[in-house]
């Protein structure tokens, strides 16, 4: 019988996040070429269904830069915009990247800190290898403890008085 306690839960978190990011999974990132237009990223962005940026990579698969959301809107909303002019006018060409082995604790850092929702995530030599994103590492986290998060209240505070049911 597991131990259901929030003790055990919390003690086992730390090494959890300890683990390389490869151990979470990663998803195909929407990518698209230098001097790739405005409007066909905005196109991509809406058909990914991952929705808030595009990656640019060299013919070499290399990592030149990210545009997102962000700056999309930053830049085009309320201003009569050149959707033909190309991603690398408005991407960010030093975007902030994390490697597969690198633990899980950094990409949460990242994300809470940066306020990124799609991380690249690249190789030794910049290759771009995937993506990964905060549903990632909560799908990764739940799937440790799948009995456990089910059985805690939805605020750890709380404490039934009796037991549901009759």
């Known amino acids: 019988m597991s131990d259901l306690s929030e003790r055990a839960v919390v003690t086992r978190v730390p090494s959890l996040l300890d683990e390389p990011i490869k151990s979470v999974g990663r998803l195909d990132p929407v990518s698209v070429r230098p001097g790739t237009r405005l409007g066909v990223c905005l196109q991509?962005?809406?058909?990914?269904g991952m929705g808030d940026s595009v990656l640019v990579t060299g013919d070499d698969g290399r990592?030149?830069?990210?545009?997102?959301?962000r700056s999309i809107?930053?830049?085009l909303v309320?201003?009569?915009v050149d959707l033909d002019r190309p991603v690398d006018s408005l991407m960010n060409s030093t975007p902030n990247t994390l490697h597969l082995d690198q633990p899980v604790r950094d990409a949460i850092i990242l994300m809470q800190t940066g306020r990124f929702?799609?991380?690249?995530l690249v190789d030794d030599e910049g290759m771009l290898v995937g993506?990964?994103?905060p549903q990632n590492i909560?799908?990764?986290l739940a799937e440790a403890f799948p009995e456990e998060l089910l059985n805690l209240p939805p605020r750890p505070h709380?404490?039934?008085?009796?037991?549901e049911g009759a």
Request: glycine fraction near 6%.
């Open 44 to 48: 991509a962005i809406r058909q990914s």
């Open 63 to 69: 990592l030149l830069g990210v545009l997102t959301e």
């Open 73 to 75: 809107f930053a830049e």
């Open 78 to 80: 309320g201003r009569d």
């Open 117 to 120: 929702r799609n991380v690249p």
């Open 131 to 133: 993506v990964v994103r």
């Open 138 to 140: 909560l799908k990764f």
């Open 158 to 163: 709380q404490r039934m008085q009796e037991s």
